[in-house]
């Protein structure tokens, strides 16, 4: 069984920091690229990052560009997204992913075939 489970959300005020990471199980993690997508409150869910099997290649979207840094320890199974200068627009449900592939880098959902449940970021301001 695939599993994939956020941590690492909470509440923060503009401008701090928060490090997600997500832990994958049931699955060879080096086979797969990563990504991590997130919802806000009446939003569509969007593309935020992605990273290939070994870190070689990055993928973030516009509004991450600048403030957050995907990675991942494949020894520990694990991809974090760091999160610096947030803003109360950044306040969603973070979701992290498994791509169909493990090199190239996807923005759309349907390129992901397995998803966390998801951990909730809040920014207040």
């Known amino acids: 069984q695939v599993l994939l489970v956020e941590s690492g959300g909470g509440l923060v005020q503009a401008g701090g920091s928060l490090r997600l990471s997500c832990a994958a199980s049931?699955?060879?993690?080096?086979?797969?690229?990563m990504g991590w997508f997130r919802q806000g409150p009446g939003k569509e869910r969007e593309f935020a990052a992605a990273i290939n099997w070994n870190g070689g290649s990055i993928l973030y979207a516009d509004s991450a560009k600048g403030r957050f840094t995907i990675s991942r320890d494949n020894a520990k199974n694990t991809v974090y997204l760091q999160m610096n200068s947030l803003k109360p627009e950044d306040t969603a449900v973070y979701y992290c992913a498994a791509d169909f592939g493990r090199n190239v880098l996807h923005s759309e959902q349907y390129a992901y075939r397995y998803w966390g449940q998801g951990t909730q970021v809040t920014v207040s301001s």
């Open positions: 049931g699955l060879p993690f080096t086979r797969y690229a």
